[in-house]
């Protein structure tokens, strides 16, 4: 974990409120994992507390974030130029864990993204190894509001994934939510129980996403979002409530923002 | 220009300048060891622990304003044998800057097992937490707060002195600033043997969460903290300086060198940085770097004119 | 879309909006007036007057912070007289506004004596100023101070008692949130007779005014207003809203109308614009457009899920 | 007085920290007299009050403000460039009153500035017609930092007046208080009792112009600067002391910000 002064390298925008930048940072770049975020101070004094973004990609100097403008700092951070500097700690929290094929059967894994869930996830595709596994390719499925919001799709297909996605406005793929689209294709002739699940997105997504994951009884990980004031594990303000006895709540910024579906207690 | 001598002496914690961290905005001390060298700090003070562990509030509990932060941690924490098992030697182990433990509890007996189970445990003082406006009861219950009971003299007097009896180490009691006169506090636990006096905990605040239509399901309670509180934490360190003897540790809003100037300026003894941790872990070392640079500690306790409610 | 219903009655009197001004901020109304519709607004409160005139503090006054300000103005004003021969008279010719008059005091006789002479003054209430932070004595004098006797139920249980005895007007009754229990002075004047609350003046707070080697010769204590003291109105405001059943003016840092909303919201019957009138005198008449533009007043005492110290 | 978005339609700079705007507003420069100010909207959260500023000069549809950089708002504001838009109170409070030469005597008068005090005495010699009496023309004694502090010299010559300086470093001018050479001036072969004396500069200067005003018996206004919450009047924060019984202390921003010397009780 490093604070630096990160020069930004470029800035792509996917449509006006999904954003991406690169930022020149070797010693985060060589070091961070799937899963792992970044705490970005937005210039301005209004912005008082650091924002977290999963890195959703790296090359050797460099790495990158892409986020939706949201609120006040999203979109702040959205206006910002090739040549801005902003001040960043990372990496930081725990990765995705790399459990991927199961080695006997060879059955591929799942990716579960929902809205800029996929920044995490993506980066982790790319990590992993798509290959083919006896049954078929891993699947992504793919949830956002709208066509627009669909980011990552292309680049997904290319590396040898297969690609389902869901809108909640039916403007690209299936209306409706990705979870649901998800519990079809499991029944369907061409689902398979995969060997895990890797989601990232909106806690009522997550929540889902463990129940079917409990209920088919398959390995399941997923990255949670809290606010989060410090983002290295002193202000006990990202805790998530666990089924562990001895700590009950765990800090989404050091213990996660990956859990284990079946450690968290939903309400 | 050499740096400027920066050492003093709370109520004998040995530190080399007077900036030290604020409780439950540094944690154990180990999570930064990473961004910056905690030998430069004045002393490190833990999360405030209960004999037990507690693992806090529902979520939300992290609430941005422009100016401040609003927190409902609900004091989530080891647990005495944790700090003293796991934690204290652990951070002993990387650095020889004198840590202070706070303690919070909800009965007498809790502080007094707290007391007792530190002792000998290295820490160079201990920081009495009774003024946490985060922990279940509050306006609505009339049984007795530990948490809140720095807002009765009565009470302060009681607790201070039945823990002053079970510890040699400094004692240290962190004040509520949510009070109608803080220097009564201040005089009732100097007077039950306080060695110093920690202003200010957060000011309990209230804020709607959410945002658009769901705005208002979600109110969140919690004590405000951030440079939004600075004015009244140093009108607070300035009244209590002129009323008691002990030294006084401020805190409130402090995010520069000229904040901390402020607080040392009034009367402070040594400042404490909190909620400025989060914005950048770099601030505290900042601001050592400004104390010795520019003209060392200012003079204290000099303020001739005075204006307004003074 | 239409224009939303918005008129409220506080305590009789009837306002077409629940958007006020607080006293101090906005003169005695006629300043104003050029730059905006003085007919616009739910109520004009003056500045606190005294029976005789007040030349106030010394200077510095004001001193601006990023999220507020803090003013020792020390209650300069033309007192009753001028008030009722010159103030009343021409503000009465440009609007048709309910005036509220804003009294403060020395004595009960004090009080009693502006509330005698407003009667048949025209005025549509009376606000009674018992929280101002910025008059002589303050934290040194033992002596009774009328203008902070809000921090003290018993004294303003007397003094509201006194003060309803010799009026037939709507009593508001002005709080300071320099208090330990805020909810135990409200229901003191409930029970004394208050007809409405209005929460809160300025908390107590201090800065160096100066800059460079002159810094710290110009300690400032004066009150704090503006967005900073937000967080901590709204829940003295949520508190009390659940306490009393007199209806509550909520003002501290209301700049546009979703502060406004958030005090309606927490149960305020109608709020009041003080700093926001300098940052810019159009920031009220916004406020009042916006209530009435979006989804008119918000359901109050509609909190359901709470968190923290509630 | 209006409140206005006004938009800057040009920008000059005397020195980096000297630097005068002009604004398009109509409805102020046709109205504003020497003397009188404007409250300026400081773009940005963190300037929370309008900032007051003298007018220095109008146009028949725009009027200039001339400010030195000495904080946080006037560094900000020196960072505006034509174009930008401000929005601007005006006018306010009561200017000079025009008394000038003595009718009888033809006695000129003197205008005495301290920094930035020239800006609303230059309005002020503007509008006043320097003409020549018997004595002498009408003297402006300027007083600055330092050389490049001294602004709107040559502009004054040029109008007809007989400019006087000094500077605190000496490097132009007289070395010292504008008020020392003014009193020695007075005493002076050249020098004569004006008509009346105008001033505007720092307190201290204020000051030693009345008492000399006061010793030589000549009438004199000031103009008052006090930190001003409101511009406007209501919110009693420029209290000036004065020695009126009625109102012991009277706001900079209404009843001022120009006094008579004599009514100003100084600590
Ligand atoms: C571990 C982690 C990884 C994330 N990765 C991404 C990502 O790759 N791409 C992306 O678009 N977003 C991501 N988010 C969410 C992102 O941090 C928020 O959208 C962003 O902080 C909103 O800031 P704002 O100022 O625009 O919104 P505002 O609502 O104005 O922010 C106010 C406060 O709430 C916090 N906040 C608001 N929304 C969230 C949220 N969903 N999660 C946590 N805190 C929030 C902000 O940090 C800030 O402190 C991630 C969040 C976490 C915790
Ligand atoms: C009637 C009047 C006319 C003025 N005319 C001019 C002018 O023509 N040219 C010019 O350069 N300056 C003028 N000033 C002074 C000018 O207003 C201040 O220099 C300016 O407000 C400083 O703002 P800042 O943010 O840079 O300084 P900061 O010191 O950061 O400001 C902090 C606060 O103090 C106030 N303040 C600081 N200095 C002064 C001051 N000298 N007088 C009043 N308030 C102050 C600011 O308004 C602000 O509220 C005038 C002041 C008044 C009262
Ligand atoms: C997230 C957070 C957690 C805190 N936890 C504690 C705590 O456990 N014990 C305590 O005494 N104070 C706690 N505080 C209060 C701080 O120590 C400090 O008194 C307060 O934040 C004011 O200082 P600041 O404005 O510099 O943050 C906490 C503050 C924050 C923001
Ligand atoms: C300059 C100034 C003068 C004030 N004078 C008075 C006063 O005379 N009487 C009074 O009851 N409150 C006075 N107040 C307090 C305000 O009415 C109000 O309670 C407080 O400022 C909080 O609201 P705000 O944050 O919207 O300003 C004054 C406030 C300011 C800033
Ligand atoms: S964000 Fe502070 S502990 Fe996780
Ligand atoms: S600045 Fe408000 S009264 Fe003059």
Redesign the pocket.
């Known amino acids: 974990m490093t604070r630096l002064n990160c020069n930004i390298i470029s800035r792509k925008e996917f449509s006006s409120r999904y954003i991406s930048l690169s930022f020149f940072a070797p010693a985060i770049s060589r070091s961070v994992m799937p899963g792992q975020f970044v705490m970005v101070k937005i210039p301005g004094e209004r912005f008082f507390l650091r924002r977290p973004f999963s890195v959703c990609r790296t090359a050797r100097d460099s790495f990158d974030i892409v986020f939706k403008v949201v609120g006040a700092g999203t979109e702040k951070l959205g206006q910002m130029k090739k040549g801005d500097i902003l001040n960043i700690i990372g990496p930081l929290g725990n990765g995705y864990p790399f459990m991927t094929h199961d080695p006997k059967q060879g059955i591929p894994f799942v990716l579960i993204a929902g809205g800029t869930g996929i920044a995490s996830l993506y980066f982790l595709a790319r990590c992993l190894k798509p290959g083919r596994g006896k049954v078929s390719s891993p699947v992504v499925f793919l949830g956002a509001r709208n066509r627009k919001e669909l980011i990552f799709r292309p680049e997904l297909i290319k590396m040898g994934y297969e690609v389902l996605t869901a809108t909640d406005d039916g403007s690209a793929g299936r209306k409706g939510f990705v979870t649901d689209l998800f519990s079809s294709w499991l029944h369907s002739p061409k689902g398979f129980r995969p060997s895990v699940i890797y989601s990232c997105g909106p806690r009522l997504m997550l929540k889902k996403t463990a129940k079917i994951a409990e209920e088919e009884n398959v390995p399941c990980f997923i990255s949670m979002e809290e606010k989060m ?2 983002g290295i594990g ?4 990202c805790a998530v409530k666990t089924s562990d006895k001895k700590e009950e709540y765990k800090r989404a910024c050091k213990e996660g923002p990956v859990f284990r579906a079946e450690e968290i207690e939903w309400d | 220009m050499g740096l400027k001598q920066t050492a003093v002496n709370l109520a004998g914690i040995k530190m080399k300048n007077p900036v030290m ?5 540094f944690g154990y001390g180990l999570e930064y060891a990473d961004l910056i060298d905690l030998d430069k700090l004045g002393a490190i ?1 833990t ?2 622990i209960t004999p037990e562990p507690r693992c806090g509030n529902q979520q939300p ?2 609430f941005e304003l422009p100016y ?2 609003i ?1 409902t ?1 609900g ?1 989530q ?1 080891v647990g005495l044998e944790r700090l003293l098992s796991e934690k204290l030697p652990a951070l002993r182990k990387i650095t020889r800057t004198p840590v202070i433990a ?1 303690i ?1 509890g909800y009965t007498t007996a809790d502080y007094v097992k707290s007391v007792k189970g530190l002792a000998g445990s290295g820490v160079a003082g201990i ?1 009495l ?1 009774i ?2 406006p ?1 922990v279940k009861t509050g306006y609505k219950l009339k049984k007795t707060n530990y948490l809140t009971i720095s807002q009765n003299p009565g009470k302060t007097y009681r607790l201070v002195r039945e823990v002053k009896k079970n510890t040699r180490l400094p004692l240290i009691v ?1 004040l509520s600033p949510n009070v109608t006169d803080i220097t009564e506090i201040a005089a009732s636990a100097e007077k039950a043997g306080a060695d110093a006096l ?5 000011f309990p605040a209230m804020a709607y969460a959410g945002s658009g239509k769901d705005k208002y399901s979600v109110p969140i309670f919690g ?5 939004c ?2 004015p009244l ?1 140093l009108r607070m360190v300035h009244q209590v300086c002129r009323t008691v003897k002990i030294p006084v540790v401020a ?5 520069n060198g000229e904040d901390a100037r402020d607080f040392l300026q009034a009367g402070a003894v040594a400042v ?7 914005v950048d872990p770099g601030i505290i070392i900042d601001i050592i770097n400004a104390l010795q640079d520019t003209d060392g500690l200012p003079p204290r306790h000099k303020d001739t004119k005075k204006k307004g409610i003074s």
């Open positions: 004031a410090c002193v202000c006990m303000g | 961290t604020a409780s439950g905005t003070v999360k405030t509990r992290i401040g932060l927190n941690i004091l924490n706070s919070g920081e937490n003024s946490c985060n962190k920690c202003l200010i905990n957060t004590g405000l903290s951030g440079p509180i600075k934490a805190m409130g809003g402090i995010m404490a940085v909190g909620t400025g941790n989060f």
